[in-house]
């Protein structure tokens, strides 16, 4: 069973994992906005994933006799200057989120509870990936600048990127 404290903390971290989808999905229409198909289809998936990572975190509450909620999501942002700030943007959101999940893990090992920990390290490692991802994708469109060619050669190229589920994640469980 899920201590109250545990329970809280995991259902906030769902909540800015639901923030996140929203953000990708947002860019995603920012970057369709503006001619960027590869941008916009790398987003979508992103948002996808966040969107997984949401539903992982309280399918674990329910599942750990917790109470899993519905936290109420603001709006993310809408539009930025350039593909390149908005990439910066999500660098500097997978770090954020990178300093979130380390302070859930924090509050597991507080409440000494060993199997969140553990559960929890699934997104411990999902979040050196995220991190990785973003930074290269980041580097990617930096190097592009304001050339033309080079920006439809990374949007292309993003735009290969597929979706995978999780192992063991089912969408629609029986």
């Known amino acids: 069973m899920l201590s109250e ?4 903390a995991l259902n906030y971290q769902a909540n800015r ?3 996140s989808s929203y953000l990708y999905l947002s860019m995603s229409y920012y970057f369709k906005s503006i001619g960027f198909g590869g941008f916009a289809s790398w987003m ?3 948002a996808g994933e966040e969107l997984v990572h949401t539903m992982k975190l309280l399918d674990y509450v329910a599942a750990s006799g917790g109470k899993a909620k519905m936290l109420a999501v603001e709006a993310p942002q809408h539009s930025w200057e350039s593909p390149q700030q908005a990439f910066a943007h999500v660098w500097e959101h997978e770090r954020a989120v990178t300093r979130m999940i380390h302070d859930l893990v924090a509050v597991a ?3 000494s509870d060993a199997i969140t920990r553990e559960f929890l390290q699934w997104y411990v490692d999902e979040q ?3 991190e990785e991802s973003s930074d290269g994708v980041l580097k990617r469109v930096l190097a592009a600048g304001n050339d033309p060619k080079a920006l439809r050669a990374a949007d292309e190229e993003l735009g290969k990127r597929g979706f995978k589920f999780p192992r063991g994640f089912q969408m629609f469980p029986l």
């Open 5 to 8: 404290r545990m329970n809280e």
């Open 109 to 111: 090992e507080s409440e």
């Open 44 to 46: 979508r998936v992103q």
């Open 17 to 19: 994992e639901l923030y």
């Open 128 to 130: 050196v990936e995220e």
